[in-house]
Nanobody
């Protein structure tokens, strides 16, 4: 059974930091691109950061220089370090595992991030 379980969300003041984690199980983690998406209230879900199975990570322009995605294949976990948070970073953050070659997509349940003073 495939599971993606996010953790680490919460309420943080502008300029603060959070580290999100996504623990994966039920599939061969190292074969999948791992991504973080977010959905702000009233907006569509958007890709924030992606770490392919092979290659370099990529980021949305809005988070470049502030967010860092990383993965630990030994722990089947992907992380999102978020620094210098802004109110516009508020939203539900979703972990995604994707293997495009086989049209496979897995999603976590999401974790809420709120940036507010």
């Amino acid at each position: 059974q495939v599971q993606l379980v996010e953790s680490g969300g919460g309420l943080v003041q502008p300029g603060g930091s959070l580290r999100l984690s996504c623990a994966a199980s039920g599939f061969t983690f190292s074969n999948y691109a791992m991504n973080w998406y977010r959905q702000a209230p009233g907006k569509e879900r958007e890709l924030v950061a992606g770490d392919p199975a092979v290659g370099s990570a990529d980021y949305a322009d809005s988070v470049k220089g502030r967010f860092t995605i990383s993965r630990d294949n030994a722990k089947n976990t992907v992380y999102l370090q978020m620094n210098s948070l802004k109110p516009e970073d508020t939203g539900i953050y979703y972990c995604n595992a994707r293997r495009s070659r086989f049209s496979v997509d897995y999603w976590g349940q999401g974790t809420q991030v709120t940036v507010s003073s």
